[in-house]
């Protein structure tokens, strides 16, 4: 069993930034896929960046040129968020999985994160 905790989360102002982070405990196993996802209140969970040995890093497009996505051990994953926009607001998730492959449909990942909430005021 894998538990992930994610932390970082607040209200910022539309402009502002944040850094979420998420650390992973349990059977662990370097080169597991690992993501962040968000929730809007309505909407369905999306994808907004990952990191696998395949492909490496990957982002949505509304995540592209804003937010950025390290792995700076295998157990921990950080994600910069630059540049908040009112439409970022959601909960968001951190998920991972054995595969060493970085899928972008959140039923890929095995194990998920409770959440972390951003709210950006516009």
């Known amino acids: 069993q894998v538990h992930l905790l994610e932390s970082g989360g607040g209200l910022v102002q539309a402009g502002g930034s944040l850094n979420l982070s998420c650390v992973a405990s349990g059977r662990t196993s370097s080169g597991e896929s690992m993501a962040w996802f968000r929730q809007a209140p309505g909407k369905e969970r999306e994808f907004v960046a990952g990191t696998a040995r395949r492909p490496g890093t990957h982002y949505s497009d509304s995540a592209k040129d804003r937010f950025t996505i390290s792995r700076p051990g295998s157990t921990r994953m950080t994600l910069q968020m630059n540049g908040l926009k009112p439409e970022d607001t959601a909960v968001y998730y951190c998920?991972?999985?054995?595969?060493?492959?970085?899928?972008?449909?959140?039923?890929?990942?095995?194990?998920w994160g409770q959440g972390t909430q951003v709210t950006v005021a516009s």
């Open positions: 998920a991972r999985d054995p595969s060493t492959i970085l899928y972008t449909t959140p039923s890929r990942y095995r194990y």
